[in-house]
């Protein structure tokens, strides 16, 4: 009778601890959520010239990635006037200087080798190295597509403009085609340069690359 009745007592205690503690852990999972880590690798319109800090790419990015409930980090790797040379180049440093591997490359650059006539041969070269040196560091990466200037002339225009969409599918990776959409033909959206975009401009670049920027993701 002791016995059964010790049983009882201890179950009666058991019962509700067990039950708190299936309550609890779903709570303890969610409380620690993954933080990605984006790199944007690029030039001046990722590195958000002559604008303050709060209104470039990166900043405005990492607000909308917060919105939609990604806690995610998007570190300003942009260098104002850097090309796909200067890219190649600085690649694996800064991928070095990181405080962990980032979930998702952003590559934007070839509009300053474009502004400069620079052979699109050599463009591709350029950024096709970059590729592949991020996709044997196993790193996902989203292309940002460029378009040359049309007073380029017609056969360099073809020949840039294949580029983005060309490596995209060598390395099946997934292609933005052009970073600077919504924005190019509006003035209003500029600075007096009419190269750069204004904060306002920067908000229309990130409201069209933002659903491409979560679906790259890991698990986007």
Do not use: C
């Amino acid at each position: 009778m002791l016995k059964r009745a010790a049983s009882r007592f201890l179950r009666s205690i058991l019962r509700p601890i067990a039950a708190l503690a299936l309550a609890a852990a779903p709570a303890a999972a969610a409380a620690t959520p993954q933080a990605p880590l984006v790199l944007a690798f690029g030039d001046s319109l990722t590195a958000g010239y002559q604008l303050p800090l709060a209104d470039g790419f990166t900043a405005q990015l990492e607000r909308a990635l917060r919105g939609k409930g990604i806690a995610a980090t998007v570190h300003n790797a942009g260098v104002s006037g850097d090309t796909s040379t200067g890219g190649r180049a600085r690649l694996a440093w800064v991928l070095g200087g990181l405080h962990a591997q980032p979930d998702l490359v952003i590559l934007e650059l070839g509009a300053n080798d474009m502004l400069r006539g620079v052979d699109p041969a050599a463009v591709r070269v350029n950024l096709d190295a970059m590729l592949a040196d991020l996709r044997a560091r196993h790193i996902p990466v989203l292309l940002a597509g460029m378009r040359a200037a049309p007073n380029l002339g017609a056969p360099y225009v073809r020949r840039f403009d294949a580029i983005y969409p060309e490596l995209a599918s060598k390395y099946r990776v997934p292609l933005y085609p052009f970073f600077l959409d919504g924005v190019t033909l509006h003035p209003d959206l500029q600075l007096p340069d009419r190269l750069h975009p204004t904060a306002r401009g920067v908000a229309v670049m990130v409201r069209g690359i933002l659903p491409a920027v979560v679906r790259a993701l890991p698990h986007g």
